[in-house]
């Protein structure tokens, strides 16, 4: 198969899911293209197994998507908080969820011992969201459970990053509903786990601060 044709399969997908969608709802891509007016900001993981819209079970326009590797809302990176930017103040979105995974292996990648480059900066803050808890962590014996509570520890780590932001405080500020929710999805059967660490005020996110 010559490289013009590799990909081939995707397109003919690409074509059924169009029609399919047409034959649902005949006006489906024309609402699209008018506008986008999602509730969500789903910050997650960049993992090919984690895909936002279906997990939550929204169409195309429903949810603002950001992904990276491990589901980090770094404080000093331009890319997302653009991304969180143009959520809270141009979209207005009412709902930003951080989902992270069971099983993330750039969580595991933190902190693993091994050497792998640049995304090892990048992975920085979860290596710091483990010496908050080494304590907890240290004491859970099998590696697999402690690294899915390292998973959950960095969602809530990065829903407080998220709330402490000055977009989200400023919106706070002018009376506009905006929560910040902390998700955990299993890859085992489909479901996420709410860490019960939603954000709607300053009031809550002086609660979290210890978290």
Not at 98 to 115: F, I, N, T, W
Not at 141 to 162: M, S, T, Y
Request: hydrophobic share 45%.
């Amino acid at each position: 198969m010559s490289e013009s044709h590799a990909l081939d399969h995707l397109k003919d997908k690409n074509r059924a899911w169009a029609e399919g969608k047409l034959a649902v709802d005949p006006g489906f891509f024309k609402r699209l293209v008018a506008q986008q007016s999602p509730e969500y900001l789903w910050i997650g993981c960049a993992d090919s197994r984690v895909p936002a819209n279906e997990i939550v079970g929204l169409d195309p326009g429903e949810l603002f998507v950001h992904r990276n590797v491990a589901n980090l809302a770094p404080p000093q990176d331009a890319n997302y908080l653009s991304v969180l930017q143009f959520a809270v103040d141009v979209l207005k979105v009412k709902h930003i969820m951080v989902v992270g995974h069971y099983g993330c292996g750039g969580v595991a990648a933190a902190v693993d011992g091994e050497r792998r480059g640049l995304v090892d900066h990048w992975l920085h803050p979860i290596r710091e969201v483990y010496a908050a808890h080494k304590a907890e962590l240290e004491a859970i014996e099998d590696p697999h459970a402690r690294n899915d509570r390292l998973c959950e520890l960095n969602v809530i780590r990065q829903v407080r990053n998220v709330a402490s932001d000055v977009f989200v405080g400023e919106a706070w500020k002018r009376g506009q509903p905006l929560s910040v929710h902390g998700w955990v999805y299993s890859l085992a059967n489909g479901l996420v786990n709410d860490m019960n660490v939603t954000v709607s005020g300053p009031a809550e996110l002086a609660l979290l601060a210890n978290r």
